[in-house]
């Protein structure tokens, strides 16, 4: 291949790292609460793509996710053997990274709550809770990752899911997600499209027995069709934060739980496995 040739190819393979960049720092910030280490990572994915053959990869996304997950998963087992914090980790929007306005944005979509929680799981629960809830990486992905089989990476999410879920929120905190669950709720009842997206983040994720959602969009056309649950639904403590039940004859049968960014809900379970619904703490909101 002639150079101009290479120079193209290498123009291109970077146009399209590019494209994934927001999405690979997302991802890592929310593994490393630090976006001076989380821009590291990203840089290590990109030295990473520009070393391999990507020629057999057909999702490109999904192959940077994982192997931005792989990169963070060694710097936390790295940080925790040291003993040592990051030094921007509460406060990123101070950092020296590349573009502090957009990394205070991504500081406040995260919140200090919720990286605050996640530090204090496992680096394997962290991985396993950052990607498969958050982002929606299949588990057997994640397995391939922590090199364990799909079903331990569902069990380690579980786990990390039932701590961050559990943890104690500020009485401030739960009063604000009991009024985004209760206008998620009244938008649903009443089939209202713009009410919806007023209170999902844009990368909302909703995830059922039937498959799963993303974006704000397909969540909230999927969430029209919940109005006939919706009106039997009441808001509940689930795991320690707001959530929605639905009771059938005095017997929890359906329960949602979500997980939220910056005021707006990030995440939607629905829970109808009556293995996982005993698996809850459901206490009255």
């Not at 990869?57 to 790295?78: A, F, I, Q």
């Not at 991504?106 to 950052?130: H, K, N, Q, W």
């Not at 401030?172 to 009443?190: G, I, K, T």
């Not at 403590?237 to 910056?262: I, P």
Request: some cysteine.
């Amino acid at each position: 291949m002639s150079d101009n040739g290479q120079h193209r190819d290498d123009d291109l393979l970077a146009e399209r790292f590019e494209a994934y960049r927001g999405h690979l720092r997302a991802v890592a910030y929310r593994m490393l609460g630090s976006v001076v280490e989380a821009e590291d990572a990203v840089q290590e994915a990109w030295f990473r793509l520009s070393r391999s053959d990507t020629g057999e990869v057909g999702n490109l996304g999904g192959w940077l996710t994982t192997v931005v997950g792989r990169v963070c998963l060694d710097m936390l087992r790295s940080r925790r053997s040291r003993g040592e914090e990051p030094l921007d980790t509460w406060n990123p929007g101070a950092s020296a990274a590349p573009d502090p306005a957009q990394d205070a944005v991504l500081a406040d979509s995260v919140g200090v709550a919720l990286l605050v929680v996640l530090d204090t799981l496992s680096p394997a629960e962290r991985l396993a809770f950052v990607l498969h809830d958050l982002f929606g990486v299949p588990f057997d992905e994640v397995g391939g990752v922590l090199g364990r089989s799909p079903a331990a990476a569902r069990q380690l999410a579980s786990r990390a899911r039932r701590r961050v879920r559990g943890a104690q929120a500020p009485e401030a905190d739960l009063v604000r997600q009991r009024e985004v669950v209760d206008a998620f709720l009244s938008a649903a009842r009443d089939g209202d499209f713009d009410g919806l997206l007023a209170v999902l983040d844009p990368d909302v994720l909703a995830r059922s027995d039937a498959g799963t959602s993303i974006g704000a969009a397909g969540v909230a056309s999927g969430a029209k069709s919940f109005a006939h649950l919706a009106r039997v639904a009441r808001a509940a403590l689930v795991d320690g934060a707001t959530g929605l039940v639905v009771y059938a004859d005095g017997r929890l049968e359906r329960a949602l739980t979500f997980t939220f960014v910056a005021d707006r809900i990030a995440s939607i379970d629905i829970v109808t496995n009556p293995d996982r619904l005993a698996e809850l703490t459901v206490e009255p909101a």
